[in-house]
């Protein structure tokens, strides 16, 4: 089983490729849940949606999120009745908040909420919240502290970010099956997400970061920098201010602890060249994935890059 | 002040004519609730919706329920969701459930949400539910123990009804200026809806019965039955299982404790003069509104009638 840790739209377009040339009982997808939000009442799993809607064919190609063709008929009544409605939720993606928020509220994990709806939407690959348990990433900002949703969406991503908080997340546990995945996995791989906002919420959940140092499969990441930027969002900013480099240097600072091969672009050739080591494979190819075939292509790419044994060191 | 007492959509009809001869700040509706429903985890108010449409212009003509060209599209996916999908919210009308939801969990009573609605949608017209507190109409059918809306929507009211019992109206207090109302009313009319599920409710919230005897104003009805059968829906079912005749003595019977005045269809020129009495009077007239004219012709009838003092009889 291949073992992908994603979260939004970068990573969906790599789950795409790897649901292409994986058989999808072998795809078992880690989703980060430190975006969810409250919204109009309803729990809404964004980056978990993006993953449903991507393995189920449903999701937007122009929007990156939602479901193509949506309408957004209930979102402009909103605003009439002076509601919020600067996230947008679409009339037919309103119908998975409603059946999660009534599955939650019945008393039902978050897990199984999304096994239940992967199932209903003819998923046969396996997504997995990070945690059952609630963790909010928090950003401190020149405009106070706002949910990672409030930063996105709402103010564009164009406030300065002082901190980033992962609340909750010390006493998160893991969502069942999400150890015994890593573990158990033949290859790791890290989606094009941005690591700190993306990937980190996932990996300060208790025991999943000691998890990926323990386990016996190769772990490689596709880095979501390009020729020293970030491909979408804020990445290269969030980066800098952790104190990492926004090259494909800071993707493998990281994810530096367990980390064996770093997929780049081949615009990031000269870095990869001073980056490669006996501890760091790293290999070049096409990352921007602008077709069904460029995923495809990227996703069987690094599938057979990991296809050694750790120790072996990834064949980067 | 004008008090108006209704229920489904034939009262909502009368509504929107009286709209039509009366200023907007002189009228008061008060409405049922013991259709209320949670559906998808949302309180639905269906009577005070099809009210709130009615005065705000946004009522589908063709249904009688939910907003003028609205659409289902949510509703589509909450069926291929296994979500239930017997009961029909549109995309717009949604917005009002998602509204109204937030209201109520945010702590604001139903009536505080109804007001903030009905001001959200312009209109100037006084629309109160009968009771802040959950009533809830039960009916013990062939088929076991249902909620209205299960009668009425998901069996389509096919069903023998042995009993209609509205569960925690022994301790429901009327809300906030509905005995106001009905103290200082100038006239009380009750629409043309379901004496047993749709009036029965309000009048069995406590004190509200006492007020209608105890008031000054002329309280007229309008018959929701015509030529001894029931405009639409299950009326005459329903009267004959209370034990009343279902026709416009039957209505009478419903309200015989404080009643001044009845208005019947031509149709029942016969009944209407055996009826007639030194205690009530009975006037016919073309009670069938399919028309927006003829909303507004009924509408003025009943007005005219009513303006005169209590004891005096009404002017029917």
Same mark, same amino acid.
């Given at each position: 089983?291949?073992?992908?840790f ?8 790599l789950?795409?490729g790897?649901?292409?040339?994986v ?23 964004p980056d978990?949606?993006?993953?449903l ?19 957004f008929?209930c ?5 009439q009745?002076?509601?919020?409605s600067?996230f947008s ?7 998975t908040?409603?059946?999660?928020t ?6 039902k994990?978050?897990s ?6 992967? !199932?209903k939407? %003819?998923?046969?690959?396996? +997504? #997995?919240?990070?945690s /059952?348990?609630?963790?909010? *990433?928090m950003l401190?900002t @020149? ?12 103010e564009?991503h164009?406030v ?5 908080r992962?609340e909750?997340?010390h006493?998160a ?6 150890i015994e995945s ?10 094009p997400?941005?690591?700190? !906002?993306?990937? %980190?919420?996932?990996?300060? +959940? #208790?025991?999943?970061? /000691?998890?990926?140092?323990? *386990?016996?499969?190769?772990i @490689? ?7 020293g930027?970030a491909?979408s969002?804020?990445?290269g900013?969030?980066m800098?201010?952790m104190?990492?480099p ?18 780049a672009d081949?615009?990031?050739e ?8 006996e ?5 070049c190819?096409n990352t921007?994935?602008n ?17 050694v ?8």
């Amino acid at each position: 089983v291949i073992v992908v840790f994603t979260g939004g739209t970068g990573g969906a377009k790599l789950v795409q490729g790897l649901h292409q040339v994986v058989a999808p009982e072998e795809l078992t997808v880690i989703v980060n849940t430190g975006d969810d939000i409250e919204w109009w009442g309803l729990h809404v799993s964004p980056d978990i949606d993006t993953i449903l809607y991507a393995l189920s064919g449903l999701l937007s190609t122009e929007r990156g999120w939602g479901v193509e063709g949506d309408s957004f008929r209930c979102l402009e009544r909103m605003k009439q009745l002076g509601q919020p409605s600067w996230f947008s939720l679409g009339d037919l993606d309103l119908a998975t908040h409603l059946t999660r928020t009534a599955m939650l509220r019945a008393g039902k994990s978050l897990s199984r909420a999304t096994t239940e709806l992967a !199932t209903k939407l %003819g998923i046969r690959a396996r +997504v #997995l919240p990070m945690s /059952d348990d609630r963790v909010s *990433t928090m950003l401190d900002t @020149a405009k106070g502290t706002l949910t990672f949703q409030e930063y996105f969406v709402r103010e564009r991503h164009q406030v300065e970010v002082r901190r980033v908080r992962f609340e909750g997340a010390h006493r998160a546990r893991p969502a069942p099956g999400v150890i015994e995945s890593i573990v158990a996995a033949e290859a790791i791989i890290f989606a094009p997400s941005n690591p700190v !906002t993306s990937i %980190g919420p996932i990996l300060a +959940v #208790l025991g999943i970061r /000691d998890a990926l140092k323990q *386990t016996k499969a190769p772990i @490689a990441a596709v880095s979501p920098i390009v020729g020293g930027a970030a491909v979408s969002g804020p990445a290269g900013a969030l980066m800098k201010m952790m104190g990492w480099p926004s090259t494909i240097a800071g993707v493998a600072k990281a994810y530096e602890d367990f980390l064996d091969g770093l997929v780049a672009d081949h615009a990031d050739e000269a870095e990869a060249s001073v980056l490669r080591s006996e501890d760091l494979r790293v290999r070049c190819t096409n990352t921007i994935m602008n077709s069904p075939a460029a995923r495809r292509d990227l996703a069987r790419f690094v599938v057979e890059a990991c296809a050694v044994k750790r120790g072996a060191g990834v064949g980067l």
